[in-house]
């Protein structure tokens, strides 16, 4: 299985490519945005214990988190592998994904990580906040602060799987199709 980890902060095109790939490489699509939407849609167990925390407005633990890629990673039979889109965020969670998909004998291939600078970011989610309806999108203040969030928290995990030889880095500035291109030669070879 060709299990990676499509990386990025908010607005660097994470979701649209990796839609892409997985269509292109029969790879198992999970957003962990989506993940939750559709459990507590379903009302699943672990729907109603994330639903508990986010209408309290906390981050739904790890231990949830991973209990719901599970549930996932589990019913992905009849795919060539997994993309994860906007997960791990932590190092915490990047050693429980490795140790699941461990266990399942399909570790990480690679992190592809789309680099564009913070300045193009903004930019990027300005534009975006024309047809998202996100008011977060709208505020320069909040996307600085996300792109803030993502370069002390979140980009660690790049370091983690960089340790590992996992971690590759492609320009994620250009058209979509351009970007496309570029993380296709990076999947071909892996």
Excluded: W
């Amino acid at each position: 299985m060709k299990n990676i980890i499509l990386f990025g902060p908010p607005g660097s095109g994470k979701g649209t490519q990796a839609i892409k790939l997985a269509v292109k490489y029969n790879l198992l699509h999970i957003s962990t945005g989506d993940m939750f939407r559709e459990e507590i849609k379903n009302e699943t167990p672990l729907g109603n214990k994330a639903r508990e925390y986010m209408d309290k407005g906390e981050l739904v633990p790890d231990e949830i988190t991973i209990g719901m890629l599970k549930k996932r990673v589990d019913s992905s039979q009849n795919c060539s592998g997994i993309i994860f889109d906007g997960f791990p965020r932590t190092e915490a969670q990047a050693e429980a994904l490795d140790t699941m998909l461990r266990e399942s004998g399909n570790p990480i291939k690679a992190l592809i990580l789309l680099d564009v600078d913070d300045e193009e970011i903004v930019q990027r989610i300005l534009k975006r906040a024309e047809t998202s309806g996100r008011p977060d999108d709208s505020n320069e203040e909040i996307i600085r602060n996300r792109i803030e969030v993502f370069n002390s928290e979140t980009a660690p995990v790049f370091s983690h799987y960089n340790n590992k030889g996992l971690a590759k880095k492609i320009k994620g500035v250009g058209s979509i199709e351009d970007i496309f291109r570029r993380l296709s030669v990076v999947m071909d070879e892996l």
